[in-house]
């Protein structure tokens, strides 16, 4: 069974650029979640998705959006990128009946 | 505000021995518990889960759940240098969502 995937691996972006990621979830699963983790720092959360609508957000600014797809793919937008938005982004899928999250391999972004 | 609470660490435990980790949590009515392993610069790796109280064994790793405690912990025996990361606790509160703990750092000491 294919894990969940991330696209890119590396993304660098002048500040004030915007940043688009993408995560396709493990198969069967309607849930996917969208994680900041800046360097040596816990995982904060983002953005929650499930079967296509914004289930809830974490405590960032409206600059950090995203959607989801009927195929339940989604991606991540992040607008008019700072330097403090370098970190690795995860996203996690899920099917949410028991709660547990698989994560894909994550994005590393470097605003610069 | 609900919270899962975990010692940063980092928590050094010599090669052969049993590696302890704690986690406790404050919402009463969590159902389900994960124990997940992030290496430096990697993404988090689930590798235990608990629904009920007790204990659960998985090879060299032992998830106990205590819920009139709260607490949740995850000893691994015969720790190996390669068991050195950061362990991540989760509780799945009643919204559907992973509430994380912030991690221990655990360091295998050959």
């Known amino acids: 069974e294919a894990g969940v995937t991330q696209s890119p691996t590396h993304l660098i972006k002048p500040r004030g650029q915007q940043a688009t990621l993408r995560c396709s979830p493990i198969?069967?699963?309607?849930?996917v979640y969208w994680y900041q983790q800046a360097l040596g720092l816990g995982l904060q959360f983002l953005l929650w998705?499930?079967?296509?609508?914004?289930?809830n957000r974490g405590n960032f600014p409206p600059r950090f959006s995203g959607r989801q797809f009927p195929n339940y793919s989604s991606e991540l937008n992040v607008n008019a990128l700072e330097l403090e938005d370098s970190a690795l982004y995860l996203c996690?899928?899920?099917?949410?009946?028991?709660?547990?999250?698989?994560f894909g391999p994550g994005t590393r972004l470097t605003v610069t | 505000q609900k919270e899962v609470e975990q010692n940063s660490g980092p928590l050094s435990v010599p090669e052969g021995a049993i590696a302890s980790l704690n986690c406790t949590y404050s919402d009463r009515g969590s159902q389900s518990f994960f124990w997940y392993r992030q290496y430096s610069g990697k993404s988090p790796e689930l590798i235990m889960f608990?629904?009920s109280n007790g204990d659960k064994e998985d090879g060299r790793f032992t998830a106990q759940l205590n819920k009139a405690s709260q607490y949740v912990s995850l000893l691994i025996r015969d720790s190996q240098p390669s068991d050195s990361a950061t362990y991540l606790c989760?509780?799945?509160?009643?919204?559907?969502?992973?509430?994380w703990g912030a991690g221990t750092k655990l360091i295998i000491k050959p």
């Open positions: 989760a509780v799945h509160g009643s919204n559907y969502q992973l509430i």
């Open positions: 996690a899928s899920s099917s949410h009946r028991r709660g547990e999250q698989y």
């Open positions: 998705y499930d079967e296509g609508e914004e289930r």
């Open positions: 198969s069967g699963h309607t849930s």
């Open positions: 608990i629904y």
